[in-house]
């Protein structure tokens, strides 16, 4: 009996076919016989069936009263899963998945088709519950290149696992515990992939976005992570990740691996991370990335930002960002025991490789004292621009053989084109090792020691380095490379301002020009040196001029110069009331010219010869030497030869010139070649 569509005056009708048709009413196909329209003008009559079609699938139309008194109710104990992928199965032309309020136990993974929208009521309104029975995952979405859009947003997932690095159980070479690879959301082959306004916790992976063209993460807060908080993976296009908070995860809170794509990171906050906050590793094809992380706060995590290219190319800029590692509460000063630490020991314990020996479980709170040491606040390896970022407290020392110990900054495997502007560094290392064409300037620098180094001998710039515009106070700046330090301010340094290593590469272009050095301390924690040159195999020229100098309790300037292919020029600076002005042991082909000495109390210029090499072709020219000492020689073995002393001003005091402990005339001080011309008495 087809269904009665108009009743007839004067027509009899039953009640088996009343009936009849109320029966097909009720069914499914009554949707299809009810039709529906506005009540406005220009509204088209349309069945039932097609508004509902046209709305949103609404999960709670394929459970069950108990399932959705169950969901209501907020308990979780009926599972949901099949009704919930009828519902997903519902939108083969793409539409919204409805989640209404509620929690929702999800014992299986829900699979999305093409085009999806899944819509939460909010992020503390709907809640997708997976027990750990559940070791796959939540949602979803494979679209293998074809799919256009899929959309999580607007809710909550919970996996209820947890991380966990107190385990030490070992199968195989593989720590159980990080054998949970269990995602909350993935994302792969999919065009426009888009995830915001979720909150993901207790899982193996918060989010998993791969083989996308274009992903774009915002407002997703990720926490509790065995692996990572946020894993993208060869997506192309773009990648933006705005506005994303992550904390607690086993490995590293934001991970872009081999993604051939430009990546945006901004209004982040990531914490305690066993690995890295940020990771950008990688790329693959051609296609270079272009790393942007601007604007956030990383604190407590091992390596803070990585930058790593292998043989691909990344150029990145790091803006605005805050690097803390909060110290224990044991910890004293400056420096001590941090709370997290980072170490390769740690990276794949899911596979046994990148390991060696056995992992200490629980993870010790001292970098440093396990695994890899090369910790830092960023590590980078990439051409990359740092600006305006805060860095506190990421050094357990500020030593200048720390090396890469625990850095603020840490530049390794050839890189180039690097600056760091505009920063500031608070008990920080900064440690560049092995590239060249790289600037520090308009930083700073507290308590944190700056060590430029040269390990590449496919660097042929020289120099390789700027330091310019920076103030330095507490610790100063280590150098095994050519280095240009120009305009500085220098203040209480303990110990040694700025020291030339033993080795390196250094080879004759280095200028230290226009900076000061101040410390009126004095006292045992004051600085010693301002500017200490070892003797070293490498020949050198070096420069340093227009520099003021003052409160040294060893030296102004030392230098150690026994290689004959080392020159090194002294001019126009002023040193004051140090110890020492300018200590010169041997002096080989070295000019001091030009110079200010005055009110130091031992010399104004110390020649200290315990070699069995003398000084030879030492030019001291055109100085003021106003102290009282003006030129004191010390034990030497060999005499100076070929020395001139030419055009100074001094003291007429009795003690202007000294050998060892007794007066001496200038003529006598010197034999061998010394030329004594043109010297005033004047002060």
Known sequence: MSFITRLVKGTALTWAELDANFTQLASSAGASIVK????????????????????????????????????????????????????????????????????????????????????????????????????TGVLNCVGGGTFIGCTVRDLSIDMSHGRDITSTVVTSGVFVQWNYSAYCVNINGV???????????????????????????????????????????????????????ISTVGRNGFISWRDGAHITVSNFDISDCLCEGIEVEQNIGSDLKHPTISKGRISNCGTFVQLESYALGIQG????????????????????????GYADTYYNLNTGAGWTGTPTFPVPNTPGTWGNTSASGIKCEVPAMVTNCFFNSLSTTALMSAGEYACGFYEQTASTNIQIKDCQFVSSNIVVTNGEN????????????????????????????????????GSGINITDDVIIIGNAFRNING????????????????????????????SAAMTTAISIPDATASMSHTIEGNYLYGATTSGINISDQNNDTEIVIRNNTIDTCVVGLLIQVGLDDIVKGNIFKGNSTADIELY????????????????????????????????????????EYTSGANAFLAGATPVAVATMFTGGLTVVQNNWTF
């Open 438 to 473: 790289r600037i520090i300037s308009d930083n700073i620098v507290t308590n944190s020691i700056i060590a430029i180094g040269q390990t590449g001998a496919q660097f042929t710039n020289n120099p390789s380095t700027i330091v310019q515009g920076n103030i330095i106070t």
């Open 317 to 340: 800029s790091i803006d605005s960002v805050r690097l803390d590692t909060v110290r224990l509460a044991s910890s004293s000063g400056a420096f001590g025991a941090k709370s997290i």
């Open 36 to 135: 529906w329209t506005y009540a406005f003008a220009g509204s088209v009559s349309a069945t039932v069936q097609n508004w509902i079609s046209w709305q949103d699938v609404n999960v709670f139309g394929f459970m069950s009263i108990a399932q959705i008194a169950d969901v209501q109710t907020r308990t979780a104990t009926v599972d949901c899963t099949s009704a919930v992928q009828n519902a997903a199965n519902a939108l083969t032309n793409g539409g919204v998945l409805k989640f209404p309020a509620g929690k929702f136990l999800l014992n299986g993974v829900v699979n999305i088709l093409d085009k999806t929208v899944v819509q939460g009521s909010g992020i503390g309104a709907t809640l997708l519950q997976a027990p750990l029975t559940n070791t």
């Open 191 to 245: 065009v426009d992939a888009l995830l915001e306004n979720v909150r993901l916790s207790n899982a193996g992976y918060g989010a998993t976005l791969t083989g996308n063209t274009n992903a774009i993460v915002r407002n997703v807060h990720s926490t509790n992570m065995q692996w990572d908080g946020l894993y993208t993976q060869d997506n192309t296009g773009l990648v933006l990740v705005d506005g994303i908070s």
């Open 496 to 523: 040694i301002a700025i020291q030339f290593g033993l080795t390196g590469s250094n080879d004759g272009k280095t200028k230290i020009s226009y900076n000061t050095f101040i410390d009126s301390r004095g006292g």
């Open 609 to 648: 010869g315990n070699y069995t090499t003398a000084a030879n072709n030492l030019r001291i020219i055109e100085n003021q030497l106003q102290s009282a000492t003006a030129v004191w020689a010390t034990i030497y073995t060999a005499l100076p030869t070929n020395t001139k002393f030419v055009g100074n």
